[in-house]
């Protein structure tokens, strides 16, 4: 792939440890930055079997897919990006808050602030917390900015060394190349599903929900997640490795 081509970060940009796929780290992660903890990530076990699905608190505010960035998916990512603007939203009237990804090794940071920043979640954010503070900053600022504020918040990056370094399994290196990757689906204020990912152009629109239809509904589950294995099994790459996370009320 041509180097203009590519989304990745420089070689000598800023690096994180990378977060282990876990929702108990992912839930320390955005408590300890502000998340009231009335708001925990889940695993979900399947999309496609009702009484697994049942297990999931709802509403589900936001959905993570994590999977290996494929041949499949590089080729999609390039034929529609090419012809869209870089996206340059901003102020209080943007619908969805998108961060581009400046970090190496944070898709999973930004998966998680793109979860946290937008939609109902955001209304459970701590008023005086670090998260607050980020997204107050964030939100007056253009992403190209954006991003800086994020490169350069202590407060972020203490918070993520301290979840990476809580995972169940030993935390590879900051250097290490790390093949998974993050993307985050949310809904909007006005009802619309969103793709966020920090290494496209922009916030993806992928359609209209209901009022009632959260992101683990059928009509999302179309729009996004399964619109994604469906590209990805009629390539035929070979084995098919993905996981979803779910952000949602507690359990406790």
Not at 38 to 46: A, N, P
Not at 56 to 74: C, G, H, K
Not at 181 to 195: D, G, I
Not at 220 to 236: C, I
Request: glycine share 8%.
């Amino acid at each position: 792939m041509a180097a203009r081509d590519s989304p990745d970060v420089p070689p000598k940009a800023k690096r994180f440890i990378p977060l282990e796929n876990n929702p108990d780290v992912m839930s320390s992660l955005v408590h300890n930055l502000g998340l009231s903890q009335k708001l925990s990530f889940h695993d979900v076990w399947s999309i496609d079997d009702p009484d697994m699905l049942a297990f999931v608190p709802r509403p589900a505010y936001a959905l993570l897919l994590i999977f290996p960035v494929s041949e499949t998916y590089e080729k999609f990512r390039v034929q529609e990006d090419q012809d869209r603007q870089e996206y340059q939203g901003h102020g209080p009237d943007e619908e969805v808050v998108w961060y581009k990804q400046t970090i190496g090794n944070a898709c999973g940071l930004i998966g998680l602030l793109h979860g946290v920043s937008n939609g109902e979640a955001r209304s459970y954010i701590g008023p005086d917390s670090s998260l607050s503070k980020l997204l107050s900053d964030a939100i007056s600022l253009k992403p190209a900015d954006r991003a800086n504020l994020l490169y350069e918040s202590d407060a972020l990056e203490s918070a993520h060394q301290s979840a990476a370094a809580g995972g169940d399994t030993a935390a590879p290196s900051a250097d290490d190349k790390i093949d998974l990757h993050y993307v985050c689906f949310v809904k909007s204020a006005k009802n619309r599903l969103w793709e966020m990912d920090g290494r496209r152009k922009g916030p993806l629109d992928r359609g209209e929900l209901a009022a009632d239809e959260d992101v683990l509904s059928e009509k999302a589950l179309n729009l996004g997640v399964r619109s994604f294995l469906k590209r990805e099994e009629e390539a035929g790459g070979g084995e098919l490795r993905f996981s979803l996370i779910v952000l949602s009320p507690s359990l406790d």
